[in-house]
């Protein structure tokens, strides 16, 4: 029987949170702190020593010997540099332990080793790190012992951001600004600030660590690159919501009692459509406390994972032929009274506001329907969107019935004077009760659907961060309500203004709203009728960031310089190319010296039992099939993989970084699908034992 676990007791026990630094922290230091976080003052160097003191002292206690500014480099995961809290030895030999304020809001890694799109040379090295005062330290436990995580922002010696949470907090800044304007023209003179929330669902697959370790594919990409299906797969669809199987279970329970410690309010666990896929889900926070959270808990669960014999696969597609992992980005806007401003009430169509916010953000999603498309872009995400598993690279919104049916009486006539109702929905039986049932369905399909009181982007990779789609998210919106505030500022006659408004925004808007079967050819079809963008990878998407209009947009509004911006794109046609290239050698790997040796040994074994039964005075028909079979295949797959390493030679001579990134997809993966598909044939046919790696049946049934 598991111990038991007191979640009240060590929630958030390993964070400096607020009721920390409020029982630690002299109350004036305390005060100026929240101030400093407010944009009222500056955080003075007198008061970052003190909470620097405290916040040394608290970890010491904890057993932390080390200290890390913890960061978001362009790489897709996290970054680290440890010191020590020593400081020079005393005379006596002794020394001190030490944490200033100014080793607390700044450090100096070394800028030119990350990513920058050329806004760093390897010469140019200097770069800053600067405390994020708005998301809480914390202790984390490690193998070189409990290490002081600080959040901080990652920035060039020049000032361009070079980090995830730097146009982040740029882009709820303006996000705020612009909605409190639009607050202020419905009287409302007591909120003062608006945040975007964000509650990311985080879907992962676990196998045995050992058969992990057995898969160079697995090991060098994240996915299987080789791989015939099993006679099972996800077709019963047993396995979602299933019973959690022990080894999961407690691999599960320690996941969750780390996350706690953190801070992080994992909340939901069950398993996945396909075997061995899972899920977590969070409770809402902050858009940048999300963003960290989410980047803790994948690796958090990579760490978990380890200890329990397993591997953690967060790709987007590890399998071919079963569903591949999401994060589904749910997105809403609170002010810091508490108001949900996506909450549409039980009669929306007399809630003004919501409908002059709803419109606004229909508008922005549609103008902006590329850049969108864009921020959910990875290498991994071309395997899965649009797989009838995940959303359509289609951008469109799912209202709902009661929504669409409002936003259809505004269209038509210029007024809503209903709402559908929701119901109760009946079990026919006393054993049940009947149940309140909402007044419009769910739509999976659908790349960013409104659910409830939310917007639910679906698009985004279960490997990368929700940073990218939520700045694009907060920008196109933070745009769309300063046209809208714009415009009624001026207006005579407020009430009048602001129902023709909503009436326009959705009359021009209304090709963005589709809530029928988004996998479907007819959604294709009609999608290009409605001339909504239709980007299926991510080499032709980054050219969305290097368009005028992105340009503008992002310039206009402090998120991204234009340099900035163009260096993200450079950065992205990079990153498109090396893993597509790594893949590739991996394949050219794994078929040279594992698939075709394996063959071609089984091959001589059919040979020597043909020979047998020649001997024999019988004909060895069935050998001669099998060996004419497996020989076919072996051709095609040397003539696949000379052409790979013949297509892969010629990439490497490609200069342009947008035409390479488009060579990849265009020749290379197609390469990769040519060498693949013998190779899955023979596994279907040679004998489990000369195969040389584990099955996808080894993978994803044996945990």
Same mark, same amino acid.
């Given at each position: 029987?598991s111990e ?12 400096f ?6 029982a630690r ?6 005060k ?6 407010d ?6 160097m ?7 003191h ?17 960061f ?14 020593i400081s ?17 809001i700044?450090?100096?890694p ?8 050329g806004?760093?040379?390897t010469?140019?090295?200097r770069?800053y790190t600067?405390?994020?005062?708005t998301s ?10 409990p290490i002081?995580c ?7 010696y ?10 982040l907090l740029r882009s ?8 409190l304007r639009i ?5 409302n003179?007591?909120s003062?600030?608006?945040t ?7 879907e ?13 594919d697995l090991?060098?990409?994240?996915r ?12 019963l ?12 279970g407690?691999?599960m ?7 706690w410690?953190?801070?992080? !309010? @994992?909340?939901?666990q069950? %398993? ?6 899972? #899920?977590l889900? +969070?409770i809402?926070?902050? $858009?940048?406390?999300a ?7 994948m ?8 200890r329990?014999?397993?591997a ?13 992992s ?6 809403s806007?609170?002010t ?7 909450d549409?009430?039980?009669?929306p ?13 229909l508008?922005?999603v ?6 969108l498309r864009? !921020? @959910?872009?990875?290498?991994? %995400?071309?395997q899965r969107?649009?797989?009838? #598993?995940?959303p +359509?690279a289609?951008?469109? $919104? ?13 269209i038509?006539t ?7 109702p929701?119901?109760?929905l ?7 009760p ?8 769910r ?17 985004v ?17 933070a745009?769309?309500?300063c046209e ?13 203004a602001?129902?023709?408004l909503?009436?326009?925004?959705l009359?021009e808007?209304q ?5 029928g ?9 009609e ?14 998407a ?12 992002f310039g206009r509004?402090?998120?991204?310089s234009?340099?900035e ?14 893993q ?8 050219i ?16 074994d ?14 060895p ?10 020989n ?6 040397q ?6 390493i013949?297509?892969l ?25 040519a060498?693949?598909?013998p190779a899955d044939r023979?596994?279907?046919v040679?004998?489990?034992?000369y195969?040389?790696f ?10």
């Open positions: 029987m038991k676990t007191d979640v009240s007791a060590i929630f958030g026990e390993n964070v949170n607020d009721s920390v630094m409020r922290l002299p109350k004036n230091t305390y100026n702190f929240h101030a400093a976080i944009g009222i003052r500056e955080l003075t007198e008061d970052a020593d003190v909470i620097a405290e916040m040394k002292e608290w970890a010491i206690e904890k057993g932390a010997t080390h200290y890390t500014h913890w978001q480099p362009l790489t897709g995961s996290t970054a680290e540099k440890h010191d020590a809290f020079a030895p005393l005379p006596s030999g002794k020394v001190l332990q030490q944490f200033s304020g100014k080793e607390l700044e450090s100096e070394d800028a030119s080793s990350f990513p920058s799109g806004l760093r040379a010469f140019e090295a770069g600067a405390w994020d005062l809480p330290a914390f202790v984390r436990d490690s193998a070189t012992g002081l600080i959040p901080t922002a990652f920035c060039s020049t000032g361009e951001a070079l980090d995830q949470k730097t146009p709820m800044e303006a996000l705020d600004k612009q909605a607050l202020r023209l419905f009287g003179d007591h003062r600030k608006v975007p929330s964000v509650g990311a669902e985080q992962y697959f676990l196998v045995d660590r050992e058969k992990y370790l057995q898969r160079k090991v060098y990409t994240g299987t690159l080789f791989g015939a299906m099993p006679p099972k797969g996800q077709e669809d047993d396995h979602y919501f299933g019973v959690i199987r022990e080894r999961i407690s691999f329970k320690d996941l969750n009692e780390e996350l410690k953190l801070g992080v !309010s @994992a909340k939901t069950h %398993n996945e459509v396909a075997p061995a896929q899972h #899920e889900a +969070p809402y926070a902050e $858009v940048n406390i963003t960290d959270n989410n980047q803790l808990t690796e958090v669960m990579k760490k978990v994972a380890y329990h014999g397993l953690c696969l967060l790709h987007e597609k590890p399998f071919a032929g079963v569903n591949g999401g994060k589904h980005n749910n997105w806007l609170t810091d009274d508490g108001i949900n401003l996506l549409p009430g039980k009669t169509h007399e809630n003004i506001q919501f409908l002059l916010i709803l419109a606004g953000i508008k922005a549609d103008v902006h329907a590329d850049l864009e !921020s @959910a872009s990875c290498v991994g %995400n071309d969107l649009g797989a009838n #598993e995940a +359509p289609i951008i469109s $919104v799912f209202l709902g019935d009661q929504l669409e049916d409002v936003v259809r009486q505004l038509d210029g007024s809503a004077t209903s709402s559908l929701s119901g109760t009946r079990t026919s039986t006393s054993a049940l009947n149940i309140r049932k909402d007044a419009t369905d739509n999976r399909t659908s790349p960013f659907a409104f659910t409830g009181n939310k917007f639910e982007f679906r698009m990779g279960s490997s990368d961060s929700i940073a990218p789609p939520n700045v694009v998210l907060n920008t196109i919106v745009e769309s309500f809208i505030a714009d415009e009624l500022e001026k207006a005579s006659d407020f009430d009048l602001c129902h023709d909503i009436k326009k925004l009359t808007h090709r963005i709203i589709f809530n079967n988004g996998y479907t050819k007819e959604w294709e079809e999608a290009k009728r409605r001339g909504l963008p239709n980007i299926n990878c991510m080499a032709y980054v050219d969305m960031l290097r368009s005028d209009k992105a340009i503008d947009l509004f402090g998120v991204f234009k340099t911006l163009l260096s993200r794109a450079d950065i992205k046609y990079e990153a498109y190319s090396k597509t290239a790594i893949e590739a050698k991996t394949m790997n794994m078929s040279g010296k594992q698939i075709i040796p394996a063959v071609m040994s089984y091959e001589g059919v040979a020597a039992s043909a020979a047998a039964v020649k001997e024999l005075g019988e004909e028909s069935v050998q001669t099939e099998i060996l004419k079979e497996t076919s295949d072996l051709k095609a797959m003539a696949a993989r000379t052409a790979l013949q297509d030679k010629k990439a490497e001579e490609i200069t342009d970084d947008s035409v390479k990134a488009k060579y990849y997809h265009d020749t290379i993966t197609v390469d990769m699908a060498l693949r598909a023979l596994e279907m040679v004998d489990k034992e195969w040389p584990p099955s996808y049946g080894d993978l994803l049934f044996e945990v």
